[in-house]
């Protein structure tokens, strides 16, 4: 498999990479950069697992092909950890026990980052509508709406 | 103390606010799952398997593959004929002469990268003979069915536990008899007899089955496993290869879900088997979705006959019960599942005359496994549903019929358990879960024309549950606390947390009984074997209560120790020595106070002369006082305790689209003693959704050859955000169970259970819809819709 450039920026850092065309901004951020905290669930765009936000918008990173990503912004779960604290959607996902295995959690929380940054004030339903894409086999949801909603409302 | 719940005693941790303390890795993602981890001259792994359900395997061509640059390993059945299982050894590790479901690992390589191993596998040739596919349970027990298993008689299980019949494709038959079935029939009034279909449904751990594994020098193996099970893979593993226990090193990391997919043993031997035959590298393996839906196992199918007779007033007098478990192709677990589900037939209620007959068969499906509550789902649809089907010809309220058969103190269950004051308590759950959502009162006159209006029919129901741990008598956990020099302690257990909250129960238990801070309570968070103190595995909602139970021992191994050395560096007797926040103290001096930290370690005096030494505790716990059951009658002790629960709800159907909304859904279990609320209800609540998925969209379908429909998240569908219940209601009753930590017993599996009987009682008082199987998806129940309407208008004409 031909390799080709990339220059992209992930979680603020610059890198220059020579990545195969067949693989995927998923097998990049995990195999290449280490960045193990996206999970591949499904590998086809089905269960949100490997959400991170491109350019401002979530997307299964294992249906972007790396190279599609020349010049992007990516961020990860890795950049919710910001001055050895936890991102307010981390905090409540404690506080709300919002997640039981965790294997999903850093795609939720990737999901609900891009919608808070796109609607901060979501109402439940808000969050149902943007978060169907994310699945979560362990908790049955509610508990990941309330603190999504509560980092929703205490933002105003 | 209220109606439901148990005295409230003074308590620092039991029943208290403690967060789960995996939160900060799990929500920052540096919690380390199988996956994650790369090892110096890791191989990758790639799985050819079975296009046919059933398929004599002619030869196989691995030439090329072998060929191709950067693989190193390439294996076939040749290597893999051992036979590996838990309670009924009859699956080698890869298909040898045949296969028997579609999915079946042919054959496994391990290369440099993931793509050279797909490249290989895809250089495989396999000729093979396709077979007629035995693809029905029912004709699977037929008398002149063809043998899926020619050589059940041989296969290796527990003797006198599970009974085979060699001869048929019946891999376990558990028999309960009680009273006079027929004397009792002739009691009744009315007879009922009905028949129940569920086909087969998947776990869906969103972490598939990920294995790594490196047969090292000297047979020294080192597992890395999403499993639930540490001990039961080295077991399982030692006993098929003949390797001593103390070789095998098994590690569980972070586990991305598992409920029940991931106990026992899975893809462990297949993958070392890869890593040996490339020479000791180490190998891993991440199966695809599409091999977690096809290849690793589902939970099985059911058919089942009840027939029930009752008198006029109510009281059910004889049941008789026939389940035929669709086990798919092999039965390791499924002969356990059979034998559970036959304890727990006829569901927490009292009927004199039994008979049941629980049957795991083989057919050419998908192969089952444990899954969250242990055959319990599927007799609980086929119960539930046979309740509210008699209640209905006997013209009683459903509710008023199930308290007057349920199970109460003095009565015994069908294996003759005497049920006591602290058994729990079903009716108190079906009250409450009723209440909760007022599911009694009926609908008025205007709510009903407003749905006949809208073509919107709302119908409420309630059903119960019960559940007891499945699992062999002589089950075990043990537990170290051992004290860190500061007086902190770190508690070791190899029950494995994959998300249920058991290590915080764990530190909750312990902070009670050694009376010190839960922030200075720590708890090993993976399973290293060698290292780790034996659990039997982390299954059956045992870990609270079992585990728990160990725990609590080795607190009180190490308070001893405590006292001991206390004694001496207070130069007080034992007896007179107390603790508290961390300290040591005389009972009668309380203001002289001595810190943990500086007895852990052993007590120094000011000469420098030390004593005592670095304190341990250490407890074990076993199932207490269970027996294996009787082959001809099944009368026995099954149960360690009890669990009961209900469900109430309330749907909504679309007359226009056969959808159906739960409008308002209220899950009450009897848990005993409840140790963290907010975990329990994170159980509850995940549970019923898991429940609403086998309910409304869940099922693994076949074509008439015997292959999977349904392979990936389209085609099977679990709940989404958009799928909760529009109002989600959890309560607990608190009847403390005798020999449960502080009166706790499992609930992690109940909450799942009898959610589609509820459903689907809900929606026949709806609709006048009986449905006898699953799921009750859209389209299913528009088509019956369609029938009815269809056969209304022939009456009317």
Redesign the interface.
Known sequence: MTTKSLHLTVNGEVYDAFVSENATLLTFLRDVLGLTGTKEGCGAGECGACTVILNGLPVNSCMVLALECEGAEVRTIESEYQNGELSNLQQAFIEYNAFQCGFCTPGMIMSARALLEANPHPSRDDIREAMEGNLCRCTGYDSIIAAIESVGVSAS | MSEYHADSQEFRYIGKPV??N????????????A??IVLSGMLHARLLTSPYAHARILSIDTCAAEALPGVRAVITGEHGSVKVGIYMQDKSVIATDTVRYQGEIVAAVAADTV?IAREAVSLIKVDYEPLEVLNDVRKAVEPDAMLLHPHLGTYAHSVGVFFPEPGSNIANHTRIRRGNLEEGFKQADLILENSFEQNQVLH????THVTLVQWGVDDQIKIWSSGQSPFSVRDLFSIAFGIPRANIEVNIP??????GGKAGIHLEPLVALLSKAAGGRPVKL?P??EEECQTLPCRQGQVARIKTGCTRDGKIVAEQVEILWDAGAYADYGVNIGRASATSACGPYHIPNICVDAKTVYTNHLYGTAYRGFGHPEVFFAVERQRDLMARELGMDPTEFRLKNLLYPGDETITGELITENTGSPDKCLKRAIELIDAQTPYTEAEKEQMAATGKLRGKAAAVLQKAPAMPTWSASSALVQMNEDGSVRISVSGVD????TYTILRQIAAERLKMPIEDVYINKSVITPLSPYDWQTVASRMTSICGMAVMEACDDLIKQIREIGAIALRAAAHEVEFDNAEVYVRQNPQYRIAFGKIAMGYIYENGNAVGGPLIGRGKAIAQGLSNLDEHTGQGKAALDWTYGAHAVEIEVELATGDIEVLQMATVIDAGRVMNE??L??QI??????GLGCTFSEVLLHDDQGRLLTR???DYK?????D?PRK?YTDVVETPQLDGPYGARGAGEHPLISVTSTVANALANATGLEFYDLPLSAWRVWTKLQEQQQKQQEVQE
Request: no cysteine; proline share 6%.
């Open positions: 967060k789960r995996d939160g900060p890795e799990k929500v920052s993602g540096t919690a380390q799952y996956g994650d793509e869906v751990p969103l972490e972070f586990v991305g879900g598992g409920f991440e695809t979705r994959y998300g249920q909250g907010q975990l209800h994170g609540v995940g549970g019923a959704l898991q990936n998240f389209t679990i709940p989404t955000f958009k909760m989600m």
